[in-house]
């Protein structure tokens, strides 16, 4: 039996869109000789579909789209994953269709509801394992959550189950990859039965999904692994009689380290720039590490047509800036423009000098130079129709070290997950593929160039010693205790934590931004804005 592996980049709620691709890898399909055609989780509707899935009238759509599968009538089978209804409840479910005919609907039994996950909002659990025999092989369906569990599959195999086909959508983050991997290796070996795995690629607003479809031998050998990143189409044979697969072409090749998360990265870019409908992005480019980072990705992500970068200075941004944000614009051929906020700060300190009258300089007038450069870049958003990037970095985002409405001000935070220090290793990897951003970018210690010879930390501790304090924190839910015990000073640690803590309403309020960790900001990590929990441990 040859199973085709389907890994599309589909788009939420296009459904008409996601029919197309799906038409198309059938007939790869057919043209490769396969018996059947496995593509991801919900791919009518894309994944996750949200509260697009509270809507009578997407069912309407899916029930259309899948008879129009139906009637293709097509000879190779088609294993595809749509939601549907039934006697009032929700079902996250996978059809197997072949010849217009149904001969199989599987309603996922598991449903993930921590971390980014949500599916308990919305569909209702299943507890049936049902088993069909086509072309002679007992096969059965199991949808990403049910194979990280041991039950379902036991139970497929207790049914009969000889080979398990599995419709996915599994969220990138780093290193997941090889835990995804061995355990969807244990199920086939626990149970010796190949498994099939498709998972769908792209990027859907903060989530990034990998791709890297698998197929798992009896043995729990991965036969083959699809792109990471990209689409792909591959095609697998199963013997029935020695119970093994073999793959028809090579695995792709993984990435690993800086380079993946830089493709991740891409990819997120890519996706909510064009799934959006934008024609290109902008971005202030200030001479520092971040809108260097932020910036080369754009490019990789778009082309150097479609990007375009604005600096902004004012009195406090020195010569050395302005040259290195030339020269990195200049590196990866954009266009590329000065405009300077001067005039603008003076208008808005001028007209405000009566209520500022007899008070201090303090981040108040830093706060106003930064908005005059969010109003600048919005204004050029505004007429050109490009997106604004924003820059903010983890580390940044964590500890509220940015202004609202001024560098926060743009649609979508490229390195929102990317804390600092691997925002350098993202520099460094960068040049070593082409050399976009300038040595002394990387080694100048960072500046908000704010106020006169202002440096990061002179406000914030060194980034080596805040990120370690923010993984615990943030990533790990340590308390101070286990944080001070890791060998962090403890007023650094209170000092930081606090910080995280009051700051969470500028994050409510940040762009999206792509999600490369374990526990990202936002749907991830939910905490309440109005908290007195930080009190009890003065
Ligand atoms: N709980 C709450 N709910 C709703 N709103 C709340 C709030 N708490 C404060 N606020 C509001 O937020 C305001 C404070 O926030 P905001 O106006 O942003 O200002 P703020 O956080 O005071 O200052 C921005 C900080 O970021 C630094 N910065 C700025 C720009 C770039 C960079 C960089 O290196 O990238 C760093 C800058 O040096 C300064 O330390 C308050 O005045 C108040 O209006
Ligand atoms: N002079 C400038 N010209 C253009 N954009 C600027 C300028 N200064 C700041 N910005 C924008 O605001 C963002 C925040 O910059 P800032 O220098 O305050 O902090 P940062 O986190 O050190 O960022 P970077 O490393 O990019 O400088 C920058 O990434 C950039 O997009």
């Known amino acids: 039996m040859r199973i085709a592996l389907a890994q599309n980049n589909y788009i939420v709620g296009d459904v008409q869109y996601n029919l197309n691709l799906i038409k198309n890898s059938v007939q790869k399909a057919e043209e490769a000789g396969a018996d059947i055609v496995v593509f991801s989780e919900l791919a009518l509707s894309g994944y996750p579909p949200e509260d697009l899935l509270l809507r009578p009238d997407l069912f309407g759509l899916i029930e259309g789209a899948l008879s129009d599968l139906q009637q293709l009538n097509s000879n190779v089978a088609m294993v595809i994953g749509h939601p549907r209804q039934e006697g009032g409840k929700t079902y996250n479910s996978a059809s197997l269709i072949h010849k217009g005919a149904l001969l199989l609907c599987y309603d996922k039994q598991l449903l993930p509801n921590y971390s980014v996950f949500d599916e308990?909002?919305?569909?209702?659990?299943?507890?049936?394992?049902?088993?069909?025999?086509?072309?002679?092989?007992?096969?059965?369906?199991?949808?990403?959550?049910?194979?990280?569990?041991?039950?379902?599959?036991?139970?497929?195999?207790?049914?009969?189950?000889?080979?398990?086909?599995?419709?996915?959508?599994?969220?990138?983050?780093?290193?997941?990859?090889p835990v995804r991997g061995e355990e969807m290796s244990r199920r086939a070996r626990e149970n010796s039965i190949p498994v099939i795995y498709v998972n769908q690629v792209g990027g859907q607003d903060e989530l990034i999904f990998d791709g890297c479809?698998?197929?798992?031998?009896?043995?729990?050998?991965?036969?083959?692994?699809?792109?990471?990143?990209?689409?792909?189409?591959?095609?697998?044979?199963?013997?029935?009689?020695?119970?093994?697969?073999?793959?028809?072409?090579?695995?792709?090749?993984?990435?690993?380290d800086e380079e993946e998360i830089w493709q991740a990265l891409v990819l997120g870019v890519k996706d909510y720039v064009g799934k959006n409908g934008f024609p290109g992005a902008l971005l202030g480019l200030s001479g520092?590490?971040?809108?260097?980072?932020?910036?080369?990705?754009?490019?990789?992500?778009?082309?150097?047509?479609?990007?375009?970068?604005?600096?902004?200075?004012?009195?406090?941004?020195?010569?050395?800036?302005?040259?290195?944000?030339?020269?990195?614009?200049?590196?990866?051929?954009?266009?590329?423009?000065?405009?300077?906020?001067?005039?603008?700060?003076?208008?808005?300190?001028?007209?405000?000098?009566?209520?500022?009258?007899?008070?201090?300089?303090?981040?108040?007038?830093?706060?106003?130079?930064?908005?005059?450069?969010?109003?600048?870049?919005?204004?050029?958003?505004?007429?050109?129709?490009?997106?604004?990037?924003?820059?903010?970095?983890?580390?940044?985002?964590?500890?509220?070290?940015?202004?609202?409405?001024?560098?926060?001000?743009?649609?979508?935070?490229?390195?929102?997950?990317?804390?600092?220090?691997?925002v350098?290793?993202?520099?460094?990897?960068?040049?070593?593929?082409?050399?976009?951003?300038?040595?002394?970018?990387?080694t100048r210690p960072p500046s908000a160039e704010l106020a006169p010879d202002q440096k990061d930390e002179d406000n914030l501790p060194p980034y080596d010693i805040l990120d370690g304090i923010l993984e615990a924190y943030v990533e790990h839910d340590s308390s101070i205790s286990d944080i001070v015990a890791l060998g962090y000073d403890e007023d650094v640690v209170r000092r930081v934590i606090r910080l995280v803590d009051i700051n969470e309403h500028k994050r409510r309020q940040a762009p999206p931004g792509i999600r490369i960790s374990a526990r990202a900001f936002g749907r991830d990590r939910r905490y309440p804005i109005t908290s007195g929990f930080g009190r009890q441990f003065k």
């Open 120 to 177: 308990k909002r919305y569909f209702t659990p299943a507890n049936d394992c049902p088993v069909v025999n086509f072309k002679g092989v007992n096969v059965s369906i199991l949808i990403c959550e049910d194979l990280w569990f041991t039950e379902p599959a036991q139970v497929a195999k207790l049914a009969g189950a000889e080979l398990i086909l599995s419709p996915n959508a599994s969220p990138y983050y780093y290193g997941k990859a």
């Open 288 to 422: 520092g590490i971040d809108s260097a980072v932020t910036l080369a990705v754009a490019v990789d992500a778009l082309g150097k047509e479609k990007v375009n970068a604005v600096m902004m200075p004012f009195k406090y941004t020195s010569s050395m800036s302005i040259e290195d944000a030339k020269e990195e614009a200049e590196a990866l051929g954009i266009d590329f423009d000065i405009i300077s906020i001067e005039p603008i700060y003076d208008a808005f300190i001028q007209q405000m000098s009566g209520q500022l009258e007899g008070t201090e300089l303090d981040t108040t007038e830093q706060n106003i130079q930064a908005r005059c450069r969010g109003t600048i870049l919005m204004g050029l958003s505004n007429k050109f129709g490009r997106l604004v990037l924003t820059t903010g970095n983890k580390s940044e985002v964590a500890v509220g070290y940015c202004t609202l409405y001024g560098d926060m001000a743009g649609g979508f935070d490229v390195l929102k997950d990317v804390s600092k220090t691997m």
């Open 213 to 256: 479809s698998s197929a798992y031998d009896s043995s729990g050998d991965c036969v083959f692994t699809a792109a990471e990143m990209s689409e792909d189409f591959a095609c697998v044979d199963f013997d029935k009689a020695t119970n093994h697969l073999s793959a028809l072409q090579p695995s792709s090749k993984q990435w690993d």
């Open 424 to 442: 350098y290793k993202l520099a460094k990897y960068r040049n070593t593929i082409s050399q976009v951003i300038p040595e002394r970018v990387i």
